[in-house]
């Protein structure tokens, strides 16, 4: 029997509307939401072209998120980057389903399809 992959280490966030959001600590952590523990409909973000976590808007079976929530969760990777300083911020967001890791990548390191710039200030939900 295969045991399940470890909780990867995360900030845990709720934004309006109940959305949770996760973002990994470490490049092992963010292979690990990105890669084992993201269900195919979550929302991938991570800022573009910079290092920093890789965050998850969960999926609902309930409900699609609306565009500030998407917005949120993307300022929300942008704050847990190298940019966090910056005016506004390109992130990219895709479903974690076009989520992929190039054979022999290093740790953190994935390739996303589909997916569309976000353009956000830093930021955790409530400030």
């Not at 029997?1 to 600590?25: D, F, I, N, Q, S």
């Not at 490049?27 to 800022?47: E, T």
């Amino acid at each position: 029997m295969r045991k399940p992959p470890p909780e990867p280490r995360c900030w845990a966030y709720t934004l309006p509307g109940g959305w949770e959001v996760l973002a990994g600590k470490t490049d092992a952590d963010n292979d690990l939401l990105s890669l084992r523990y993201a269900h195919p409909n979550d929302w991938w973000f991570h800022v573009h072209g910079m290092p920093g976590s890789h965050v998850l808007l969960r999926w609902r079976e309930d409900a699609e998120p609306d565009r500030e929530a998407l917005r949120a969760a993307a300022a929300i990777a942008a704050w847990h980057s190298k940019a966090r300083t910056a005016g506004v911020v390109a992130v990219l967001c895709t479903r974690a389903k076009f989520i992929s890791k190039p054979r022999g990548a290093e740790p953190g390191s994935v390739c996303s399809k589909r997916d569309e710039v976000l353009k956000v200030r830093p930021g955790l939900p409530g400030e």
